[in-house]
């Protein structure tokens, strides 16, 4: 049987970038357009006048995407940094393996 060769991976390019690479942008959006969609629908049942639950359901939007993706990239900031230290860390521990280095590191923190 002949294996099928595998289709390349869809993408979105903007600006020469793929944005499937971005971390957080594909959640920041489809938050932003659920809250917009959600608040806009809202605001016309409530009102029932489409030019203010549209202005309100694209700012709602707006907002929603910029504040989740400001929380999300500082999140995976804060992560990534974390793990460079933790990297870190792992490369002393190894280099320091069996070491005189070592063992005063471990009376110090005991």
């Not at 049987?1 to 942008?25: H, L, N, T, W, Y």
């Not at 605001?43 to 910029?66: D, E, K, N, P, Y």
């Amino acid at each position: 049987m002949a294996e099928e060769p595998e289709e390349p991976a869809k993408s979105f390019v903007i600006f020469g970038r793929d944005v499937a690479q971005i971390p957080c942008f594909r959640n920041s959006f489809l938050y932003g357009i659920s809250g917009g969609i959600g608040i806009g629908l809202l605001t016309f049942l409530g009102t029932s006048r489409t030019h203010l639950s549209t202005h309100v359901g694209f700012g709602s939007f707006f907002c929603g995407t910029i504040a989740y993706w400001m929380t999300c990239r500082y999140q995976w900031s804060v992560r990534r940094f974390e793990q460079q230290q933790l990297r870190e860390a792992m490369r002393r521990q190894a280099l320091y393996e069996g070491t005189q280095r070592e063992r005063d590191l471990d009376l110090k923190s005991a």
